[in-house]
């Protein structure tokens, strides 16, 4: 069975989480830190800190219901193809600005004017 104080009789650190929670409530873990150094007197650091704020929560039943963890699905938005949209993006002017600078303004226009005749 767990320790439920320690040697000197005064709280350990998942009770000194567990009273700053139940005294501040539900804060950032940074929060409950000074607050624990404050009252007690006693640096906790704050992975620990969140961790036994975490049980705690999970204990009381106020941990996350029902929510998986990470990105919902279909949130993330999928570029479209460069082809498929008439817009020019920030990369196709990138790659043009490269071409300039290595081969020259007059060569490049060249280039587009005979590609242009190609798609015909």
């Given at each position: 069975?767990?320790?439920?104080?320690s040697e000197d009789g005064s709280l350990n650190?998942?009770?000194?989480?567990?009273?700053?929670?139940?005294?501040?409530?539900d804060i950032g873990?940074?929060?409950?830190?000074?607050?624990?150094?404050?009252?007690?007197?006693?640096?906790?650091?704050?992975n620990i800190i969140s961790?036994?704020?975490s049980q705690i929560k999970n204990k009381?039943?106020?941990g996350r219901k029902n929510?998986?963890?990470?990105?919902?699905?279909?949130?993330?938005?999928?570029?479209?193809?460069?082809?498929a949209s008439k817009m020019v993006n920030l990369d196709d002017l990138e790659a043009i600005n490269a071409l300039v600078k290595?081969?020259?303004a007059d060569k490049v226009i060249a280039m587009a004017n005979l590609a242009h005749s190609f798609s015909k």
């Open positions: 069975m767990a320790k439920s104080k650190k998942r009770q000194m989480v567990q009273a700053a929670f139940e005294a501040k409530g873990p940074g929060e409950l830190q000074a607050y624990i150094s404050q009252t007690y007197g006693r640096e906790i650091p704050i961790s036994y704020k009381l039943g106020l929510k998986k963890r990470g990105r919902p699905v279909g949130s993330l938005k999928v570029p479209k193809a460069a082809g290595r081969m020259g």
